[in-house]
Nanobody, 125 residues
């Protein structure tokens, strides 16, 4: 059974940085298209960043381009999200997700098969 566990969230001031971690068990990270989503109170869950199963392709939601970087470590079977220049609008629960669907444009949450429980990121102004 595939399980995803996130860590690394916390409270940070605006302009600061955080690094989120997602460890995968029950499967190999290179078998999936991996992504990070976030959900703020009262909002829908939205795609933040993704990496293809080959590890060669990445994509980002427009508001995080140039600030966030998704990466993958096959040796550790993990995916990371480096978040810089954080803004209060980035406050949300961040979820790691894995998809068997290889198409990077399929960013709707329904296209993802496995989810972690989330980690809270709070950015104070």
């Amino acid at each position: 059974q595939v399980q995803l566990v996130e860590s690394g969230g916390g409270l940070v001031q605006a302009g600061g940085s955080l690094r989120l971690y997602c460890t995968v068990s029950g499967g190999t990270v290179s078998s999936f298209r991996m992504a990070w989503f976030r959900q703020a109170p009262g909002n829908v869950r939205e795609f933040v960043a993704g990496v293809t199963s080959s590890g060669l392709g990445t994509s980002y939601e427009d508001s995080v381009k140039g600030r966030f970087t998704i990466s993958r470590d096959d040796a550790k079977n993990a995916v990371y999200l480096q978040m810089n220049s954080l803004e209060p609008a980035d406050t949300a629960v961040y979820y790691c997700a894995a998809s068997l669907n290889p198409y990077p444009t399929r960013t709707h949450p329904a296209n993802f098969n496995y989810w972690g429980h989330g980690t809270q990121v709070t950015v104070s102004s």
